[in-house]
């Protein structure tokens, strides 16, 4: 069975720092760009960051860049987030996703091949 399961969510201050993690079961990730969206409340979900397994390139969206940063243990089959300066904009649940590649233009909520179930993330500013 595969399962794509996060942790570290939780409340922090605006300004403070989170490490999300998301561990995979039942597939490797050869083959896969793996990363994160999230969805905040009232809100489409949305893309934040990917990595991908082929050649370890990741994209960032505009809101995140130069604040998070993804990064992956494939001997581990888990993929983290690095979000630091968080804002109170940042509040939302974070899914893990991944898709095989190659996928087409953007990282985004349609076509994922796996999703977790996700980790709510809470910033209080």
């Known amino acids: 069975e595969v399962q794509l399961v996060e942790s570290g969510g939780g409340l922090v201050q605006a300004g403070g720092s989170l490490r999300l993690s998301c561990a995979a079961s039942?597939?490797?990730?050869?083959?896969?760009?793996i990363g994160w969206l999230r969805q905040a409340p009232g809100k489409e979900r949305e893309g934040v960051s990917c990595i991908s397994s082929s050649d370890g390139s990741t994209w960032y969206s505009d809101s995140v860049k130069g604040r998070f940063t993804i990064s992956c243990d494939n001997a581990k089959n888990t993929v983290y987030l690095q979000m630091n300066s968080l804002k109170s904009e940042d509040t939302a649940v974070y899914y893990c996703?991944?898709?095989?590649?190659?996928?087409?233009?953007?990282?985004?909520?349609?076509?994922?091949?796996?999703w977790g179930k996700g980790t709510l993330v809470t910033v209080s500013s």
């Open positions: 039942g597939f490797t990730f050869d083959g896969y760009t």
């Open positions: 996703a991944a898709i095989l590649e190659p996928y087409g233009s953007s990282w985004g909520p349609d076509g994922m091949d796996y």
